[in-house]
């Protein structure tokens, strides 16, 4: 059975850093991507930033130049470094992890979110 553990989060004031990390487990497929969402009240869920097996990384345009996702294969982890926060990054933020299992289709797991709030 596959999991998807984050951890980090927290209370931070705006300008500040935190760093959340997730690690993903039991899947018997190699290939895979891993990326962090949010989701806001009120708000739907977004994409923040996506790594592949070959740290090809694509990020959404609010967070360029703040964020950096990285990850460890030999962990299956991924970490998001998030600087230069500002009160709208506040949310949860959710794991997702791709198992390809064949050309483009995969298996797709979440992560149970932590949240971020960052204070003005």
């Known amino acids: 059975q596959v999991q998807v553990v984050e951890s980090g989060g927290g209370l931070v004031q705006a300008g500040g850093s935190l760093r959340l990390s997730c690690a993903a487990s039991?899947?018997?497929?190699?290939?895979?991507?891993m990326a962090w969402y949010r989701q806001a009240p009120g708000k739907q869920r977004e994409l923040v930033a996506i790594?592949?097996?070959?740290?090809?990384?694509n990020y959404a345009d609010s967070v360029k130049g703040r964020f950096t996702i990285s990850r460890d294969n030999a962990k299956n982890t991924v970490y998001l470094q998030m600087n230069s926060l500002k009160p709208e990054d506040t949310a949860v933020y959710y794991c997702?992890?791709?198992?390809?299992?064949?050309?483009?289709?995969?298996?797709?797991?979440w992560g149970q979110g932590t949240q971020v709030t960052v204070s003005s």
């Open positions: 997702n992890a791709r198992f390809y299992y064949s050309g483009s289709s995969y298996y797709n797991y």
């Open positions: 039991g899947s018997r497929f190699s290939r895979n991507a």
């Open positions: 790594i592949t097996n070959d740290s090809s990384t």
